[in-house]
């Protein structure tokens, strides 16, 4: 069974940091390329950020530099380390298979604000 959970969300202030981690599940994970995902209010859900499973990455030019995505094969793990957070990051962010699954987790809620 296909399920995805996202932690690590909340609120810091521009130019601070967190660590997303997201704990996937089903046998997809083995081969699969990794995605984190963000969704702003109003807005369609964009992808941030990519890792093949060999470790090949990929990123929105929005937060190239600033976001590093990583992942733990053994514990069908992904990461995503974000610094140098601005309020145009604020989303939730969820991460999926890319391309994506049709089972998406509940997300984790990033807010960027003083």
């Known amino acids: 069974q296909v399920q995805f959970v996202e932690s690590g969300g909340g609120l810091v202030q521009p130019g601070g940091s967190l660590r997303l981690s997201c704990a996937a599940s089903?046998?997809?994970?083995?081969?699969?390329?990794m995605g984190w995902y963000r969704q702003a209010p109003g807005n369609q859900r964009d992808l941030v950020s990519s890792i093949t499973y060999y470790g090949t990455t990929n990123y929105a030019d929005s937060v190239k530099g600033r976001f590093t995505i990583s992942r733990d094969n053994a514990k069908s793990t992904v990461f995503l380390q974000m610094n140098s957070l601005k309020p145009e990051d604020t989303a939730v962010y969820y991460c999926?298979?890319?391309?994506?699954?049709?089972?998406w987790g509940q997300g984790t809620q990033v807010t960027v604000s003083s």
């Open positions: 999926n298979a890319r391309p994506s699954l049709s089972v």
């Open positions: 089903g046998s997809f994970f083995s081969r699969a390329t």
